[in-house]
């Protein structure tokens, strides 16, 4: 049985930083594109970062040059460092991955959500 857990998530002040964890565990054979997705009250969820399995990144235009996704492929974990947080990065923010097992195929999995609260 594949899960993804996050860790990291919690209360920072405007300008602060956090930096958030997902270790995907079961029984895995490859992993291709891990991301960081979040939503927040009353919106819609939204990409924030993915990274394949090579390294290339993608982010959304509104995390550009503050956040920085990374993974390591050894413990499949991916790491999301946020920096220079606002108050409109509030949000529950989620690990997805889309993964291969010999049981089940590709499939896309989803974490169970961290919060993040930034304070003004």
């Known amino acids: 049985q594949v899960q993804l857990v996050e860790f990291g998530g919690g209360l920072v002040q405007a300008g602060g930083s956090l930096r958030l964890s997902c270790a995907a565990s079961?029984?895995?054979?490859?992993?291709?594109?891990m991301g960081w997705y979040r939503q927040a009250p009353g919106k819609q969820r939204e990409l924030v970062a993915a990274i394949t399995s090579g390294g290339t990144t993608n982010y959304a235009d509104s995390v550009k040059g503050r956040f920085t996704i990374s993974r390591d492929n050894a413990i499949n974990t991916v790491y999301l460092q946020m920096n220079s947080l606002k108050p409109e990065d509030t949000a529950v923010y989620y690990c997805?991955?889309?993964?291969?097992?010999?049981?089940?195929?590709?499939?896309?999995?989803w974490g169970q959500g961290t919060l993040v609260t930034v304070s003004s």
């Open positions: 079961g029984s895995i054979s490859s992993i291709n594109i």
């Open positions: 997805n991955a889309d993964l291969f097992t010999y049981s089940t195929g590709y499939l896309e999995f």
